[in-house]
Structure formats: structure tokens, C-alpha cells
């Protein structure tokens, strides 16, 4: 067939039909890589004619639609389907070749275009780009939705409601014998915490307590005092301060010189209660607290000693811990915008939009793009450092996005 009609392909907002906005300039749309030469060629879904999308329905009709229905709209009940109506054209090529040469391994998919030439792949991601994308999920509607989960500073802070009673509620304690936990690595927390659950470290009260507590909670915590403004224990310091600082020499290697320590395996002392501190040398004296770093140390000093350094050290200034504050899913989904577009709606014909893909796929293609089980050097990057709680509210939060409509719109004959 002559091409007597031309397309180009332009993004056009559905948020607010008046304010249309063009991404694309109709320049570099209306002049089609010529060509076959590398990603050009890629590109050709975009510029398909209105008769390629006709053909490509009937590829669809014949090939796909039992899985993605002739809409493009995965039904719910279609597990592990995801929707491919309005996403962007020659990224459902690139998609479908990879599937055809098995680079995707995934059984319904490979089989289904094994036997396709090129151009029908063509056409047919040109017909699904052209339908209007599906509503985003459900709850969407409200703005304010919560994220699926907590992040973890909440989530952290959430778990540790019952902690401050004794440990005060940013970990300040106020109370002489309870343990300051500002100003202390969340590496040596999570320790100290897993050594009571598993009985290494011996504290009746503290086991039972954290008894309960999962280990994802016992970073979230860790994390949640670890980011509090570190203070000084609100408890008193009896002793010779003077006295404490010149035995606490001794201790600078490990714990710094004024109590803060460099290494996330040894615990800073600076504004530690003293009571606790003193509880702390005995139990390493005695063995009841059993750590090979600390076994000769205590046992190098007395309990006079133990009261000076204890004073010395309470009146040191904590310094916060070098941990970075996790991002949130708003922030981190502001990463994935720069390539994924505003809201997950990709202006690169070439980049899948996100914006209202089901939740459930995206959570398991993001799992196994970290994996490397889905090969892509950018995504695997992009994924390496989230948490599960992250992946699972990056899902849902993009499943929530209103997707854009890709518009194919049909040039006058030249
Ligand atoms: C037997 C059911 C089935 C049939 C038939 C089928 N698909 Fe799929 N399709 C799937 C499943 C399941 C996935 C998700 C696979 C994965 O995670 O890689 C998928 C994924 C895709 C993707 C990747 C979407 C993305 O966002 O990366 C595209 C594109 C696609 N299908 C297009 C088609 C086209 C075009 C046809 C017809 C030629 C077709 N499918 C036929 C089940 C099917
Ligand atoms: C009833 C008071 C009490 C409550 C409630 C309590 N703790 Fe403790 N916690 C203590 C005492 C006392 C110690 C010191 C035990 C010891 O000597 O090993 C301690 C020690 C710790 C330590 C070790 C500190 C260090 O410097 O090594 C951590 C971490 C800790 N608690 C976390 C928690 C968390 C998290 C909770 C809430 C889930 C909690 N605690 C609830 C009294 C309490
Ligand atoms: C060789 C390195 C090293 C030296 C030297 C050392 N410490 Fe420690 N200290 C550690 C380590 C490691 C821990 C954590 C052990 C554990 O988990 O029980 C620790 C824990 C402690 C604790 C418990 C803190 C808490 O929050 O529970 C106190 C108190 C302490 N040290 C005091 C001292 C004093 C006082 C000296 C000097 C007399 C000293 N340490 C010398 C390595 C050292
Ligand atoms: C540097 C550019 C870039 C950034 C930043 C980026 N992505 Fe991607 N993303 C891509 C590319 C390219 C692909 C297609 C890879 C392929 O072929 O599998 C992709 C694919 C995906 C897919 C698969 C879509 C589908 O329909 O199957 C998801 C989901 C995704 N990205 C989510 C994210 C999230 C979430 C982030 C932020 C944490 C992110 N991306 C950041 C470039 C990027």
C-alpha cells in the first residue's frame, strides 16, 4: 500500500483536554528515521499508518487478545497479565522481539510470538499503542491514599510506641539505667537487639520484649533512633569527670576519643546514662555479657574508675551516626520520572510508560529487574538499593498514576 497518509505521534494530556500538550516537536516527529540502520528502526511502530493499526488489530484479535483482550485492558482475574493498551509503540516492539528470541523468557508470551514476522510485531504494538490506556487503579481517586506500606522511619517509630517508657521517645532516656540509644550506629542497634533475641546477650526483660518483633521492624527501629537528634542522657553523672578522661585513653582506640566511635561494630559512648554504663562494665567483668573486645578492658579497671568514666562519658556530645535518610516513594518515584516521564507517562516512544499499569505486575517486574532474572543494566541499577516496602509502594504508587493516551495523529497528504 502507497503511503498516501503519514502519521506522527504526539502525547496528549487527559488530565485536562484543553490544556494539550504536545511533547514531541512535529519537526523531528514528521521526518520518520529513514532507513533500517539500529534504534531507528526501532522507532517505526511510532510513525505507523492508520492501515498498519488496522492490520495490527486483526493480529490482535488472532494472537493476543485471549490474554490482553482486544482493548489492551489485562482483566483482573488475568493474573500476571499486564495492560499494554496506549503504551508507548516502539517499546512494544522492542518487548516483543525480545520475547520472540527468548531474551525475556516467559512462556505464554515467547509462544505467542514465535511465529510472527517483524512487521506483523510491528503493527500490533502500533495497535495497542493507539487505544486509550486503562483507568488507573482504584485508588487513585483519593489523593491521599496510603502507600501500601509504611516507610520505614514510620514504620520504625510505629514499633517502638513501647519502648519509650524507658528508653524515652526519641531514645533520650531519662531514666537512670536505661540505655541512651541516640546517637548509636543502627548496624550496632540491629546487634545489640538480635543478641537479647537469640539469648548471646542476657537480659530476661529485653528478650521478651523484643520477642515479638520481626526482623524488618528491628532495622525499621534501628533506623527510626538512629535519625532522633542526638542528646546526651537527661540522667545523673556522679563521679571525677577529670579522672574518667584520662582512664578513658585507654578506650579511645575503639570507642574515640570523646566517646564516638567511627566503627558501626563498637558502640559510641558519648552522653550514655552512667548507671547503664556501669551495669555494662560489670556484666563484661563478670562474663554475664560476654564480648572478646571487652573482656580485657573491664577487667582492667575498677569500680571507681568505672563511676569516672562512666561521668566522663555521659557528658561527652553524642554525634549523629552517618546513615542516610532512606528516600521516600514520592522522592524515589521522582528518579524513575527523569527516564519513565512526569507520573510514570513516558514521553520516549522507546520507555514504557507506568502510569496505571497494574500494581501486581509492576511490583514483579521490579523484583526481577533487581534480580537480573528481567536483563536491563539501567533497571537493574534503578532497583538495586530498594527495599521490598519500597518496590511494593513504587507499584502501587505508579498503578495510581493517570495514565496519558499516545495519539497517533494522521498528517494530510502530501
Ligand atoms: C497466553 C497469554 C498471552 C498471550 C496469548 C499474549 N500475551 Fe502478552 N503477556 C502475557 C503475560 C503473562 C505477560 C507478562 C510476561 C512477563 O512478565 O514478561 C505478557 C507481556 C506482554 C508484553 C510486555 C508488556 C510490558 O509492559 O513490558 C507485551 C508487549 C505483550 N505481552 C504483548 C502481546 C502481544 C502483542 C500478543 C499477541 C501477539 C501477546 N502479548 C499475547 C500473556 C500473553
Ligand atoms: C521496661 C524498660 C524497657 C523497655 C520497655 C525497653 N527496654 Fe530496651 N533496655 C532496657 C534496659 C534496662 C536495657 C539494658 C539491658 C542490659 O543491661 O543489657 C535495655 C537495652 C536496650 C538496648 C541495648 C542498648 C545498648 O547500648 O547496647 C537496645 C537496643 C534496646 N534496649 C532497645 C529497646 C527497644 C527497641 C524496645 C522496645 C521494643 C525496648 N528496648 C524496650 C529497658 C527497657
Ligand atoms: C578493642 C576495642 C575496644 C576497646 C579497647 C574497648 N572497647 Fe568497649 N566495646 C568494644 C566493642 C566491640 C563493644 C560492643 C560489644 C558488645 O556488643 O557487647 C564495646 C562495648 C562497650 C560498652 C557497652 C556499650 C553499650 O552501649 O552497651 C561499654 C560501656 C564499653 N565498651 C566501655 C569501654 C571502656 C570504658 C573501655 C576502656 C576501658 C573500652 N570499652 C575499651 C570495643 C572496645
Ligand atoms: C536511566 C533511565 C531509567 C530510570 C531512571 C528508571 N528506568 Fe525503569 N526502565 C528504563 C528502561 C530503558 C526500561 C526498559 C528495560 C527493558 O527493556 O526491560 C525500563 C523498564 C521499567 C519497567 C518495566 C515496565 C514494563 O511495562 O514492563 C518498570 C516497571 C520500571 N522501569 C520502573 C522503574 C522505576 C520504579 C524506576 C525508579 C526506581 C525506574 N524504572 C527508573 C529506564 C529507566
Redesign the pocket.
Known amino acids: 500500500m502507497k503511503s498516501s497518509t503519514r502519521t506522527f505521534f504526539l502525547m496528549v494530556s487527559t488530565l485536562a483536554a484543553a490544556a494539550t500538550s504536545v511533547f514531541f516537536s512535529p519537526v523531528e516527529a514528521a521526518s520518520p528515521p529513514a532507513g533500517k540502520s539500529g534504534s531507528a528502526d526501532d522507532l517505526r511502530a511510532a510513525y505507523a499508518t492508520p492501515s498498519d493499526i488496522a492490520e495490527g488489530k486483526r493480529v490482535a484479535q488472532a494472537s493476543c487478545a485471549r490474554c490482553h483482550g482486544i482493548d489492551g485492558i489485562a482483566p483482573a482475574n488475568a493474573k500476571g497479565v499486564p495492560h499494554i493498551a496506549g503504551q508507548r509503540p516502539a517499546y512494544l516492539h522492542i518487548e516483543l522481539r525480545a520475547y520472540q528470541i527468548g531474551a525475556r523468557g516467559e512462556n505464554a508470551m515467547d509462544n505467542s510470538v514465535k511465529f510472527l514476522s517483524d512487521d506483523a510485531l510491528m503493527k500490533v504494538s502500533a495497535y495497542y499503542a493507539s487505544l486509550e490506556p486503562a483507568p488507573p487503579s482504584a485508588a487513585a481517586s483519593s489523593a491521599k491514599a496510603a502507600p501500601a506500606k509504611s516507610d520505614p522511619i514510620s514504620a520504625g517509630k510505629a514499633a517502638a510506641a513501647g519502648c519509650a517508657g524507658c528508653h524515652g521517645a526519641t531514645g533520650v532516656s531519662t531514666t537512670p539505667g536505661m540505655?541512651n540509644l541516640v546517637g548509636l550506629d543502627p548496624k550496632y542497634l540491629v546487634?545489640?537487639m538480635d543478641a537479647y533475641k537469640n539469648g548471646q546477650r542476657k537480659d530476661d526483660m529485653m528478650k521478651t520484649l523484643l520477642a515479638a518483633v520481626g526482623e524488618a521492624d528491628i532495622k525499621n527501629i534501628a533506623l527510626f533512633y538512629a535519625l532522633q537528634k542526638p542528646a546526651r542522657a537527661k540522667t545523673p553523672a556522679q563521679g571525677n569527670q577529670a579522672a574518667g578522661k584520662a582512664a578513658?585513653a585507654?578506650?579511645a582506640?575503639?570507642?574515640g576519643d570523646l566517646g564516638v566511635s567511627g566503627n558501626p561494630?563498637?558502640?559510641s559512648?558519648a552522653g550514655?546514662d552512667a548507671q547503664y554504663?556501669a551495669v555494662?562494665?560489670k556484666a563484661y567483668r563478670d562474663g554475664t555479657?560476654s564480648?572478646q573486645?571487652?573482656k580485657a578492658?573491664a577487667a582492667?579497671?575498677d569500680d571507681r574508675v568505672v563511676r569516672d568514666?562512666a561521668a566522663f562519658y555521659a557528658n561527652q556530645q553524642p554525634q549523629a551516626p552517618k546513615v542516610r535518610k532512606p528516600l521516600t516513594t514520592v522522592e524515589l518515584a521522582q528518579r524513575c520520572d527523569r527516564c519513565h516521564g512526569v507520573n510514570g507517562n513516558s514521553t520516549d516512544p522507546r520507555s514504557p510508560a507506568l502510569a496505571g499499569q497494574r500494581a501486581d505486575y509492576l511490583e514483579r517486574v521490579l523484583r526481577a529487574y533487581q534480580k537480573g532474572a528481567r536483563k536491563s543494566p539501567q533497571m537493574h541499577a534503578m532497583t538495586d538499593g530498594l527495599t521490598e516496602a519500597d518496590v511494593s509502594n513504587l507499584a502501587v504508587h505508579y498503578s495510581r498514576q493517570k495514565p496519558r493516551a499516545f495519539v497517533y495523529v494522521v498528517l494530510p497528504a502530501k
Do not use: W
Open positions: 540505655p546487634a545489640a578513658a585507654a578506650c582506640s575503639c570507642h561494630a563498637t558502640p559512648l550514655q554504663f555494662a562494665m555479657r564480648d573486645s571487652m578492658p582492667s579497671v568514666m
